[in-house]
């Protein structure tokens, strides 16, 4: 980067600030199947529309202390994570590729997996509106970017962006499908959705061919170990919780405070935690565990068949529980372990749906800003379609 391209960068990171805000817009409304322009921003408690200088992204969120000014709820971190770290993209792009299309197109790809990686987390969904249009817009940019040699060399000079990524897009889209119907053939069971078929095209338009493949290694090895690791260090910390738990009645609800829920012997909830209150229709502190409704239910089934179980002095674990309100935008798969402790019957929770969207999203930045010497190193030399899209 050139030193007066430089002072630019504080300009830079304060309009991918900008661009995180509408991100977060993107993410709050694009799964309930709302417009992302009207009606203007508003607190989902009070309703009451955010006035401009409460919008000021991250400053704003750090000026009003996370409260709504209205009504003082609480607003989620999650809003000022999403325009910093959008910010950053747009501020490392530039700075790594100077204020070039090559920047652009690296921050608009990087955009697009932190909007995925939230609504993928959130409601398990992979709007169209932001694969399909970012893959518009990846096509648009790759033209752009052959449009100079154009003029000179015709429709050859396409091949240097914008073939490769259209070979990058069907390739990743095919493979992908082929592989979620392969699996739905043997095993008979969905293994593939549609969503990661419209992303993974998303990601070949940027990456080009081999990049679809070094992103799909690197996204499957990522959460090879980013399900195993977690695993071993949940299992020792619920062994270090139901210790604690054992000690006395007022440590087992502690501990079903911060992790699970405590069922007192008339399988009444002694003590719940947050993992338990955000479920919808998560029987109350005080209420009868057969008050359950229909997505907790699950839950209930669990709580009820470690109940005879502990009669019998066995613990009871589920490694994936299933909860889903198909009337809303609620999806959880929960591991729980459950053991008797004074006081009742203590319930573990912990969340582990971390889906395959996410790892894509990451493994897409990293393969487009660091995948052209590995393709380089593995090809030896050779000629490799969709490389120029790399840097």
């Known amino acids: 980067m050139r030193p007066e391209e430089a002072l630019v960068l504080p300009f830079v990171f304060a309009l991918g600030a900008i661009v995180g805000s509408f991100a977060n817009v993107c993410i709050h409304r694009l799964p309930r199947g709302e417009s992302v322009v009207t009606p203007r921003s508003r607190c989902p408690r009070c309703g009451h529309p ?42 490392a792009a530039a700075f790594l590729h100077g204020l070039t299309p090559l920047a652009f197109t690296g921050a608009l790809l990087a955009t697009a997996a932190v909007v995925l990686s939230a609504t993928d987390l959130e409601a398990r969904v992979l709007p169209d509106e932001v694969t399909l249009g ?43 499908w082929g592989v979620g119907a392969a699996y739905r053939l043997v095993r008979g069971a969905e293994g593939m959705g549609l969503g990661d078929v419209k992303m993974i095209a998303m990601i070949g338009a940027f990456v080009g061919p081999a990049g679809v493949l070094l992103t799909l290694f690197a996204a499957s090895l990522t959460g090879t170990v980013a399900a195993g690791l977690p695993a071993l260090m949940r299992a020792a910390a619920w062994r270090r919780a139901f210790a604690r738990a054992r000690r006395s009645a007022s440590d087992a609800r502690g501990e079903a405070g911060r992790r699970g829920v405590l ?129």
């Open 134 to 176: 970012v893959l518009t817009l990846g096509l648009i940019v790759a033209a752009a970017r052959d449009l100079p040699a154009a003029r000179a060399a015709g429709l050859a000079a396409f091949r240097g962006h914008l073939f490769p990524a259209l070979a990058g897009a069907a390739f990743g889209a095919a493979l992908v």
């Open 263 to 391: 069922f007192d012997a008339a399988a009444r909830v002694a003590a719940a935690g947050p993992r338990w209150r955000e479920v919808p229709g998560a029987p109350a502190e005080g209420d009868l565990l057969s008050a359950a409704g229909p997505v907790a239910r699950p839950l209930a089934a669990f709580a009820r068949l470690a109940r005879r179980r502990a009669a019998l002095g066995k613990p009871t674990v589920f490694s994936r529980l299933a909860l889903e309100d198909e009337e809303g935008d609620f999806f959880r798969v929960l591991s729980a372990r459950a053991e008797t402790v004074p006081g009742g019957l203590l319930v573990l929770l912990a969340r582990i749906d971390v889906p395959f969207g996410v790892f894509l999203a990451l493994a897409s930045v990293v393969v487009w800003q660091w995948g052209g010497p590995v393709v380089d190193w593995i090809v030896a030399g050779l000629p490799v379609p969709g490389r120029g899209l790399l840097p």
């Open 50 to 91: 955010v006035a401009a200088w409460d919008n000021v992204p991250i400053l704003s969120w750090l000026l009003l202390r996370a409260r709504c000014r209205s009504c003082g709820a609480p607003i989620s971190a999650r809003y000022v994570l999403v325009e910093t770290l959008v910010g950053a993209t747009f501020l």
